[in-house]
């Protein structure tokens, strides 16, 4: 039967690079895991096994730690976006350069004297990235996994369908968990506009997730998610999408009746599994959304 090629990339992923700068006695650090994958004309490496278009993946991986040196890491978006140039307009055959970035956070810990060059791993947090260039638009979608947030008051749930198979007891006053995957695309696509303080968005756009999740007295998790879109929305004017994601990390009251014991919202059972799963996209007014469903695939 007769085939073609469809759509493929190739490249080097995963390659972990820690860039230290050091200012005197103050030392600061980056942590990034960078995902590089390239695409164009490269149908005939596939059919023949000529390599004549393709670009080493080991060559990729010795450009990031290049990078790191010659650019610093000033934010993982703008380190993507040098690599992402770089790929597409100085070889001819890659037509498209798809940058994936991990960023892991340290907290400095500040010690007696005036050496400031120990960190510690803050949460489990990660901050990503992905950067996408075609040698005339640029698409850049930033975000976070990882961000575990709970109210231990202030949440509700009830007044739902009920049908045969409903034993879920409604609940006037519950904990609400989280652990968080976001991800917002910004508007910046070409070289003519401004380009954002990346650093800076990424810090007030993970504020406002934060705040808005404690803010909101929640009668449903949907309704603690739209908050949290719209206040990015509303206050970063360079975002033009937000994607979330949010199980439901279940906390269920402790029966200890049979112990003689009155259990009054102070014990709980932390369930892993199964769990509720709330996902929407909330959209700047006349945007489309471009962020895929499944985060996994960012």
Known sequence: MPTILGQNQYGKAENRV???????ATHHIKDLSVSVSLSGDMDEVHYSGSNANVLPTDTTKNTVYAFAKEYGIESAEQFGIHLARHFVTSQEPIHRAR????????ERIEVPGEARHSFARRGQETRLAQITYDGERWEVVSGLKDLVVLNSTDSEFWGYVKDTYTTLPEAYD???????????RFDWTDDEQATPDWETSYEQTRGHLLQAFADTYSLSLQQTLYQMGSRVI?????????????????????????????????????ADRPYGLIEATVLREGREARIPADLTNL
């Open 174 to 184: 519950r904990i609400l968990a989280t652990e968080v995957s976001a991800r917002w």
């Open 99 to 106: 940058i994936r970035i991990e960023e892991y956070a340290w």
């Open 18 to 24: 820690v860039r230290i700068t050091r200012d005197g």
């Open 234 to 270: 509303d206050n970063r004017a360079e975002i033009d999408e937000v994607r979330l994601s949010l199980p439901n990390k279940h906390h269920f009251l402790v029966d200890l009746e049979p112990f003689g014991l009155k259990n009054k919202n102070e014990v709980y059972y932390a």
